[in-house]
Structures are given as C-alpha cells and as structure tokens.
C-alpha cells in the first residue's frame, strides 16, 4: 500500500489499474462517509480532504466559512478484483441523500453537497448510471450530485482522519449521527464488510 499524503499536500495524479482504482466520493461530513467505507471489504484506504477549491483554502477553518468551493471528501483506494466500482457507488448512495442541494440533515452548506471526482471515463458511465437507475428507486428522487473529473485532493488535518473510530460516541454528533448511518450500511451490506477476526 502507497504512502498516504499528509495536510498540506496535494494529489494531482492517480492511476487506476486492474487491480486498485481510486475515486473522490463527497456525501456530507467525511467523518460520516469515511467510517462507512472503512468497514468495506475490497477498500485498501481511505482518505478525508477536501476537493473543488484552491490549495490556499484547503483547511477546515477555511472549509466551514462556505466561501473556498470546496466539498468535504473521501478518497476511497478500492481493488476492483475484490468489490466492482458499481458496489462502490451503491454503498455510497445509500449512506447519504443524493437528493438534497448543499446539505446532509443537520449539515448545511456547500461543503457537504454530494460529488463524485471520477478519475476515470468508465467512473464518470458507471456514476451517470447509478444516479439515473439506482438513486430514483432508493429515495424516489433525483439525485443532484455533482460529478466532476478529478482534478486536486487535498487531505485533511490529521485529526480528521479515522475520526469515527478514534472518537467513538465520546462525540454527540458520532453518537446521534455517524452511529446511526454506519450502523444501517452494516446492516444492509453485511455480506460487504470486512472480517472482524
């Protein structure tokens, strides 16, 4: 496995091979996004940051003033050997609402819009896909997710990474928030998630 960057890098280039594709998923705060995929069989790494803005602002102090255009994210490694880009997608359509501009429940603003980075033309097909086919029949709406080729990742502050897992429900919004949402993908996806041995 690959170094992961550190705050204050930047990510410019990936490169999808039969075995490891990567792909910048934004749905709501990426502590939320990022402990449902953690839990994923076939998911090597997963990384919060920021996209869609300038590296200037690419801090969460900047972030949560709404002003830098860019999206909370995950950067989700994945080997297509073991899950398809197709479950990738579900899994992420079911753990947030595609279907809210600019906001996930109590999140509010344009950090938390859902995006989808494709870095890849058979990404950017199989994202146009799910979001006509599979998000109308799992909320009986369309879905106004953003998808944008990729262009810059920009990983967060080392505090915000694994954050669910190192904070627990010592945080209210883990207890009332992440819980819940990681708790029903376990759930739905039992047969997805990785050995607890």
Known sequence: MSTSPQFGEVLNHVENTPRKETIILGGGCFWCVEAVFLDIEGVERVISGYAGGSQETA?????????TEHVEVILVEFSPEIITRDEILEIFFAAHDPTT???QGNDVGPQYRSAIFYTSPEQKQAAESAMRDLVPQLYDKPAVTELIPFNTFYPAEDYHQNYYNKVGDRNSYCTFVISPKVGKIRKKYAHRLKSRA
């Open 101 to 103: 501009p600019n906001r």
């Open 59 to 67: 801090n969460y102090e900047a972030v949560c003033t709404k002003r």
